[in-house]
T-cell receptor
Framework: NAGVTQTPKFRVLKTGQSMTLLCAQD?????MYWYRQDPGMGLRLIHY???????AKGEVPDGYNVSRLKKQNFLLGLESAAPSQTSVYFC??????????????FGEGSRLTVL | AQSVAQPEDQVNVAEGNPLTVKCTYS??????LFWYVQYPNRGLQFLLK??????LVKGSYGFEAEFNKSQTSFHLKKPSALVSDSALYFC????????????FGSGTRLQVQP
């Protein structure tokens, strides 16, 4: 049971470079989310999607773009990386049928360092 | 706007003693409340949730949480701590309309000493 898989797990970028984080889930979940985790700040929502072809902004969307072309995949892009985007990124998914009471299922995280 | 506060950055307890990790929340309407645990270099794992009904919720690994509406709190508890409980714990809230995504607290590191 793969659950939620994130690639890559580690990446080092130089300022101004671009990259894409891939999240894949095999649970047929409708909702998918990207969070970033920074020390002392918990998890903050970057973008989320309530279904294939839809995306919405979260709490800290600036500097990031997302796409959900397939139900099972949710991509997070950094067009021009900045040191402030050094963080651990987590993807999560949840059932539509679970409604607002449904819990999230998380990937193991992607550690990004921007020099 | 919905928010969560975890007032303690770290909680230290001795193995075998009871533990409490505190959480207070702010949300419009009725809250859906969650606790997650994160072990080193891993993603978050669901522990338990409060939706409605009994104010005492039981979850995984012997953890439980008490919902207190008047104090807007949802403290995590365990009667007897284990060294293996040492981890980072997050409280989270969502309003019952489901329009907002889950909002997380800043996390509390639990350290259980042998």
């Amino acid at each position: 049971n793969a659950g939620v898989t994130q690639t890559p797990k580690f990446r080092v970028l130089k300022t101004g470079q671009s990259m894409t984080l891939l999240c894949a889930q095999d649970m047929n979940h409708e909702y998918m989310y990207w969070y970033r985790q920074d020390p002392g700040m918990g998890l903050r929502l970057i973008h989320y999607s309530v279904g294939e072809g839809t995306t919405a902004k979260g709490e800290v969307p600036d500097g990031y773009n997302v796409s959900r072309l397939k139900k099972q995949n949710f991509l997070l892009g950094l067009e021009s990386a900045a040191p402030s985007q050094t963080s651990v990124y987590f993807c999560a998914s949840s059932y539509l049928a679970g409604g607002p009471s449904g819990e999230l299922f998380f990937g193991e995280g992607s550690r990004l360092t921007v020099l | 706007a919905q928010s969560v506060a975890q007032p303690e950055d770290q909680v230290n307890v001795a193995e075998g003693n009871p533990l409490t990790v505190k959480c207070t929340y702010s949300v419009s309407g009725n809250p859906y409340l969650f606790w997650y645990v994160q072990y080193p270099n891993r993603g978050l794992q669901f522990l338990l949730k409060y939706i409605t009904g009994d104010n005492l919720v039981k979850g995984s690994y012997g953890f439980e949480a008490e919902f207190n509406k008047s104090q807007t709190s949802f403290h995590l508890k365990k009667p007897s701590a284990l060294v293996s409980d040492s981890a980072l714990y997050f409280c989270a809230v969502r309003d019952s309309t489901g329009r907002r995504a889950l909002t997380f607290g800043s996390g509390t590191r639990l350290q259980v000493q042998p």
